[in-house]
């Protein structure tokens, strides 16, 4: 892939790969940070991209390879010197229509019951729920972005899906 290309790449989707960027770190300064180690290593990189093959994946897999990295150099510093912890987020875009008041509370409530039972699952469920809602990767997608085959990706899905349901029926909700 020459320059221009990736330029053009990044034209076409560095908003879906901050937005995943921001889905991992949960906040806007890490997020940025992610992203531009993302870039750089993406340049570095830039001759090894095909175009024809699925070039965004091959970004949201270096993003998740430098956020392991990051994950675990904090980990060190946390043994070392304590100090804040790491929180994550999970933004959800607005409705298109006005709900009414009583709608509006209990869609915000599902919405942050889904968030906080997202953030707390397992790292290996959590990325692919991730690529898969935020990002709409197909499943051959998520497999090859993060080295692992489909048929995992399928089982880390159902049991993400399945855990969260779980969580939501022991609050109240039905499937």
Same mark, same amino acid.
């Given at each position: 892939?020459?320059?221009?290309?990736?330029?053009?790449?990044?034209?076409?989707?560095?908003?879906?790969?901050?937005?995943?960027?921001?889905?991992?770190?949960?906040?806007?300064?890490?997020?940025?940070?992610?992203?531009?180690?993302?870039?750089?290593?993406?340049?570095?990189?830039?001759?090894?991209?095909?175009?024809?093959?699925?070039?965004?994946?091959?970004?949201?897999?270096?993003?998740?390879?430098?956020?392991?990295?990051?994950?675990?150099? *904090? @980990?060190? /510093?946390?043994? &070392? +010197?304590? %100090?804040?912890?790491?929180?994550?987020?999970?933004?959800?875009?607005?409705?298109?229509?006005?709900?009414?008041?009583?709608?509006?509370?209990?869609?915000?409530?599902?919405?942050?019951?889904?968030?906080?039972?997202?953030?707390?699952?397992?790292?290996?469920?959590?990325?692919?729920?991730?690529?898969?809602?935020?990002?709409?990767?197909?499943?051959?997608?998520?497999?090859?972005?993060?080295?692992?085959?489909?048929?995992?990706?399928?089982?880390?899905? *159902? @049991?993400? /899906?399945?855990? &969260? +349901?779980? %969580?939501?029926?022991?609050?109240?909700?039905?499937?």
């Amino acid at each position: 892939m020459t320059r221009h290309e990736f330029a053009e790449l990044i034209e076409e989707e560095g908003g879906n790969i901050y937005a995943f960027c921001y889905h991992l770190t949960g906040n806007r300064e890490d997020a940025e940070e992610l992203y531009q180690e993302t870039m750089l290593k993406a340049m570095e990189r830039c001759g090894k991209i095909e175009r024809m093959g699925n070039p965004k994946s091959y970004l949201l897999g270096i993003a998740v390879g430098n956020w392991k990295n990051q994950k675990k150099k *904090y @980990a060190r /510093r946390q043994r &070392i +010197a304590p %100090k804040e912890h790491m929180e994550e987020d999970w933004s959800f875009p607005g409705a298109a229509e006005e709900p009414s008041p009583e709608e509006a509370c209990i869609s915000a409530e599902l919405i942050e019951l889904v968030r906080m039972e997202t953030a707390s699952l397992k790292e290996k469920y959590r990325i692919p729920v991730y690529l898969y809602y935020s990002q709409e990767l197909s499943i051959e997608e998520i497999a090859k972005t993060l080295h692992i085959p489909s048929g995992t990706v399928k089982s880390r899905l *159902y @049991a993400a /899906r399945t855990a &969260i +349901a779980k %969580k939501l029926e022991e609050h109240g909700y039905e499937r």
